[in-house]
């Protein structure tokens, strides 16, 4: 296998990351707009939070929350590809935690049903710790 097949599954995380971003803004400002709030009226993060009903805020909490096991994500690709290690299995997971995360961003920036969002999120995490056990093994284990 191709080493660099592992960058496929990392750009379309980071994709996801832009288009929540972009999301972000546009539900933000279409609100800031139709309330017609005034910029002196958002000088802090928590003035800003207390005026945003959830389908607003869900989006911002979203793109949080892919700044933190996506992270891992990030390492453990770049550690694969350093090491040469990449294989169809690293590969499969890979895309396993993205279309997972995908499906969790979605529902995080629109209904916003707990449980399945809870359920999408823990597929995509164990994704991310089997890819992680399974390197470690590997490392540890030469």
């Keep these: 296998m191709k080493q660099d097949a592992i ?58 929350n892919l700044f933190e096991i996506p992270v891992l994500f990030y390492a453990l690709v770049l550690y694969l590809y350093i090491t040469n290690q990449v294989d169809a299995v690293y590969v499969n997971a890979a895309w396993i935690f993205v279309v997972f995360r995908v499906l969790h961003s979605i529902v995080h920036c629109t209904f916003n049903l707990i449980m399945l969002r809870f359920y999408l999120y823990l597929c995509a995490t164990l994704a991310v710790w089997f890819i992680a056990i399974r390197a470690a093994l590997t490392h540890f284990g030469t």
């Design 7 to 64: 960058f496929s599954p990392f750009f379309a995380t980071m994709f996801l990351t832009f288009f929540v971003w972009v999301y972000m803004y546009i539900r933000r400002i279409s609100f800031i707009n139709s309330k017609k709030i005034s910029p002196k009226e958002l000088t802090t993060p928590n003035a800003l939070a207390q005026l945003l009903p959830p389908s607003v805020s869900n989006p911002s909490d979203n793109l949080k």
